[in-house]
């Protein structure tokens, strides 16, 4: 049996949680069964070190933040007919925007947006986001699967205008090798920031960004 290729778009590979649930999925993935192909818009990152330490297949179009380019796009249509994917799926709107025009230029015969947000405002963004996620909404009818991490992302979605083909509920995977209780380490970590063993710990793990509301969970009400 021949392996179903997939290339994957994602802006970049930095050090985010889109980016790190795409690295574990194609490093994870049975190769006999999937060939899986990363393209970024931007270069570099800690997941692109891994992902090509991991012996796939990687590329980078070169685009800088902010900036549209077709000779990015073109690089990615030839990228696609050379590599003649069975499914393009995309990572994050700016990877949903160019990688759908791509797809369809190079005539590639499915494409799947892969939401990992929920309820964004906006506002807090520049204009070029904004008319990103309205382009994304009027094209969305063409797409084939729209992929969310949470029922939260298909509703706050759906209320933008977004109407797929098909919807599908994926939620993140969790390693529980990794992330499991640990004694030990609690004790340290309670040791070096002075926590007395009964104290109640509330814990954000997010980047910087205003989709992530810090200051709303600086405000969670405490009894």
């Given at each position: 049996?021949?392996?179903?290729?997939?290339?994957?778009?994602?802006?970049?590979?930095?050090?985010?949680?889109?980016?790190?649930?795409?690295?574990?999925?194609?490093?994870?993935s049975?190769?006999?069964?999937f060939?899986?192909v990363?393209?970024?818009?931007?270069?570099?990152?800690?997941?692109?070190d891994?992902?090509?330490?991991?012996?796939?297949?990687?590329?980078?179009?070169?685009?800088?933040?902010?900036?549209?380019?077709?000779?990015?796009?073109?690089?990615?249509?030839?990228?696609?007919?050379?590599?003649?994917?069975?499914?393009?799926?995309?990572?994050?709107?700016?990877?949903?925007?160019?990688?759908?025009v791509a797809a369809?230029?190079?005539?590639?015969?499915?494409?799947?947006?892969?939401?990992?947000?929920?309820?964004m405002?906006?506002?807090?963004?520049g204009?070029?986001?904004?008319?990103?996620?309205?382009?994304?909404?009027?094209i969305?009818?063409?797409?084939?699967?729209?992929?969310?991490?949470?029922?939260?992302?298909?509703?706050a979605?759906?209320?933008?205008?977004?109407?797929?083909?098909?919807?599908?509920l994926?939620?993140?995977?969790?390693?529980?090798?990794?992330?499991?209780?640990?004694?030990?380490?609690?004790?340290?970590?309670?040791?070096?920031?002075?926590?007395?063993?009964?104290?109640?710990?509330?814990?954000?793990?997010?980047r910087?960004?205003?989709?992530?509301?810090?200051?709303?969970?600086?405000?969670?009400?405490?009894?």
């Open positions: 049996m021949n392996a179903i290729t997939i290339v994957h778009f994602i802006t970049d590979l930095q050090m985010g949680g889109a980016e790190r649930m795409l690295a574990r999925l194609v490093t994870a049975d190769r006999h069964a060939r899986h990363v393209i970024t818009l931007t270069p570099g990152g800690p997941f692109h891994q992902i090509r330490a991991a012996g796939l297949e990687i590329h980078d179009l070169g685009m800088r933040r902010g900036r549209p380019s077709l000779s990015a796009l073109w690089r990615a249509v030839q990228l696609l007919r050379r590599i003649k994917p069975h499914v393009v799926q995309t990572w994050l709107y700016h990877a949903d925007a160019l990688g759908s369809r230029l190079a005539g590639c015969p499915k494409v799947c947006w892969n939401l990992r947000c929920s309820d405002d906006l506002s807090r963004y204009r070029a986001t904004r008319w990103v996620v309205q382009f994304l909404a009027r969305s009818p063409s797409i084939d699967l729209i992929l969310s991490n949470s029922q939260a992302g298909i509703t979605h759906q209320s933008l205008g977004y109407r797929g083909k098909r919807w599908m994926i939620p993140n995977g969790v390693e529980l090798g990794t992330y499991r209780p640990d004694p030990a380490a609690r004790r340290q970590w309670r040791s070096q920031l002075g926590l007395a063993e009964d104290c109640v710990v509330f814990l954000m793990v997010a910087r960004d205003p989709m992530k509301d810090h200051p709303g969970f600086y405000r969670l009400p405490v009894r």
